[in-house]
C-alpha cells in the first residue's frame, strides 16, 4: 500500500474506537483523544451488547471451574480492561455476592454510584507495573478479553502475563477470550477489511496478540500453570438469528468507526470518502450472508499450581 499508518497515529485511533474492553486499556494516558457525548453513548452500548453476546454464547459468564472459589466469603476476582461501563464485572458481582471484584482500565468507570457493593475500580494503564498497586498472590480469578490491540506477541507482553500470574493465589484460574480476526467462508470484500483490521491493529510483519494465539500464551507459563482447557465457539456474520444480527451490528458499528484508518488498507482509490466505504461495506455484509461467513471465538483458562490458601 502506498499510504500507510504511523505507529503512533494507528494506535490514535485505535483508543478513539475503543469498541471492547480491551481497547480501552492499549496504551498511556497522555494519548488519549477526546470522545464527546454521543460517542461515550455509543461506545457504553457496544460493552453491554458485547457482554449480553458473550454471555448468551457460553451460556455463562465463564469458562473456568471458578463457582467454588468465588462463593467463599472474601474471595477476590480481577477484571483486566473492564471497560467504562465494568458489565461483566458487575454482572459477576451480582452473581457472586460473597466475592470482591476489582475492575481495572486507562479509564474511569462511569456511573459508580450504582455499582455493587462489592466492586471496586482503579484507573491504571495495565501495560505499566501492576505491582504494588495490587498485591501479589491475593485473587482467586483473573479474567482478560477483548485486547486484541493492547499486546503484541513479544517479550514484553510475556512479562506482563507472568505479572498476571503473580498476582494469583495459588490454585486460583486466569482466563482469556479473544475473537480470531481471520473469517472463516468469507467473501472478498470482507476478508479485506478483516486483513485492514489486522493491518491497523498491528502489522503485516507482526504476529498479533488474537484467539489462535491465547492457548499459547498460558502454555509459555507451564511451569507455573497448570490444567490449562482451551476451545473456541463459531459465531455467524449477518446470518443465523440472534447472534448474526448482534454481530452485524457490533462489526458495523466498529469498522465505521475505524472507517479512515482502514481505507489506507482497502482496494479504494482516492481519498477517503464515507459514502464509497459504506457502500463497500455494506456489499462486504452482503457476502457474509451469501458466504454463511462466521469467526471463532477462543477461550483459554489454566489453573495456577499449588494448593489453594483455603478450603473450597
Known amino acids: 500500500m502506498g499510504n500507510q499508518l504511523s505507529k503512533k497515529a494507528r494506535k490514535r485511533l485505535l483508543k478513539k474506537s475503543r469498541t471492547g474492553q480491551d481497547t480501552s486499556s492499549s496504551g498511556s494516558s497522555s494519548d488519549m483523544m477526546p470522545m464527546n457525548y454521543d460517542d461515550v453513548l455509543l461506545e457504553a452500548a457496544q460493552y453491554q451488547e458485547q457482554h449480553y453476546l458473550i454471555k448468551h454464547l457460553f451460556q455463562s459468564n465463564t469458562k473456568a471451574p471458578i463457582d467454588g472459589l468465588l462463593s467463599v466469603p472474601g474471595s477476590q476476582c480481577l477484571d483486566i480492561g473492564c471497560g467504562i461501563t465494568a458489565t ?175 481505507w489506507l488498507w482497502l482496494p479504494l482509490e482516492g481519498d477517503y470518502d464515507e459514502k464509497v466505504f459504506n457502500n463497500y461495506l455494506d456489499s462486504a455484509f452482503n457476502e457474509c450472508v451469501e458466504y454463511k461467513t462466521y469467526i471463532n471465538l477462543h477461550w483459554v483458562y489454566a489453573k495456577k499450581c499449588g494448593a489453594p490458601t483455603y478450603s473450597t
Request: aromatic share 14%; net charge negative.
Open 88 to 262: 461483566w464485572i458487575q454482572d459477576m458481582a451480582a452473581e457472586y455476592p460473597n466475592a470482591l471484584f476489582t475492575g481495572v482500565d486507562l479509564l474511569t468507570v462511569a456511573n459508580q454510584q450504582h455499582i455493587p457493593r462489592n466492586c471496586e475500580f482503579k484507573t491504571l494503564d495495565i501495560l505499566c507495573p501492576l505491582l504494588p498497586t495490587l498485591v501479589p498472590e491475593s485473587f482467586d480469578f483473573i479474567y482478560q478479553r477483548f485486547m486484541f490491540n493492547t499486546y503484541e506477541m513479544n517479550d514484553a507482553r510475556k512479562k506482563k502475563f507472568r505479572e498476571f500470574v503473580q498476582l494469583l493465589k495459588p490454585g486460583g484460574y486466569i482466563e482469556l477470550v479473544e475473537p480470531d480476526f481471520i473469517p472463516r467462508q468469507a467473501g472478498p470484500k470482507y476478508t479485506s477489511l478483516c486483513y485492514a483490521l489486522i493491518n491497523l491493529v498491528g502489522t503485516e510483519k507482526k504476529e498479533i496478540y488474537h484467539g489462535p494465539v491465547v492457548h499459547q500464551c498460558l502454555v509459555e507459563m507451564a511451569d507455573q500453570l497448570q490444567d490449562i482447557r482451551t476451545d473456541y465457539t463459531s459465531m455467524p456474520v449477518c446470518w443465523g438469528g440472534y447472534i448474526g444480527k448482534m454481530l452485524y451490528q457490533f462489526f458495523n458499528a466498529l469498522l465505521k468507526q475505524l472507517s479512515q484508518g482502514l
